[in-house]
C-alpha cells in the first residue's frame, strides 16, 4: 500500500510540474541586463600556512569546546510581583496623566545613514594632513 499511494505522488507531483509554463514574469518592455551590471563574488581560497598547527597546540586541544548550549547556564528572569503600597496612586496624580504620553516613535523622523552613502564632513581634511600626502601609496 506504501508503493502505491508512492507511485501516485510522484506521478501526481510530476504532472503537477509538468503544467507550469516556461514564461517570464515580465510579459512587456523586458530589457536585459547588461553583463557589466553583474557582480561576480569570488570564492574565498583555503590559506595554506605551510606547517602544521597541531604542533602549537595543546594536548586534547578541541576548538569547539564550551560551545554548545547548556541550559543550566541560563538565567532566567522571574516575574516582579505587583507591589502593593496600601493606597491608590491615581489620586495623587493629575486628572488624565499617562507616563507613557509622548513616548510613541515615529518611523518617518528616524535618520538613517546608508552604507554606501558619502558622509560630508563639512571641513577641508587637506589642511590637517601633510603635504603630498597619500592614502593610497604603500
Known amino acids: 500500500m506504501k508503493k502505491a499511494t508512492t507511485y501516485i505522488g510522484i506521478a501526481l507531483l510530476g504532472s503537477i510540474m509538468m503544467s507550469f509554463s516556461g514564461t517570464p514574469d515580465c510579459k512587456t518592455n523586458c530589457e536585459p541586463l547588461p553583463i557589466d551590471e553583474i557582480i561576480y563574488i569570488e570564492p574565498q581560497e583555503d590559506l595554506e600556512l605551510d606547517f602544521d598547527t597541531e604542533e602549537y597546540l595543546p594536548e586534547d586541544f578541541n576548538a569547539y569546546e564550551g560551545m ?36 510613541e516613535i515615529d ?32
Open 68 to 103: 554548545g548550549t547548556d541550559l543550566t547556564d541560563i538565567v532566567f528572569i522571574e516575574e516582579e510581583e505587583e507591589i502593593d503600597l496600601g493606597f491608590d496612586p491615581k489620586a495623587y496624580l493629575p486628572i488624565g496623566f499617562d507616563a507613557y504620553k509622548g513616548m
Open 107 to 138: 518611523l518617518e523622523t528616524v535618520e538613517y545613514i546608508e552604507e554606501d552613502e558619502d558622509v560630508e564632513l563639512e571641513f577641508n581634511v587637506q589642511h590637517f594632513l601633510p603635504e603630498d600626502f597619500d592614502a593610497y601609496s604603500s
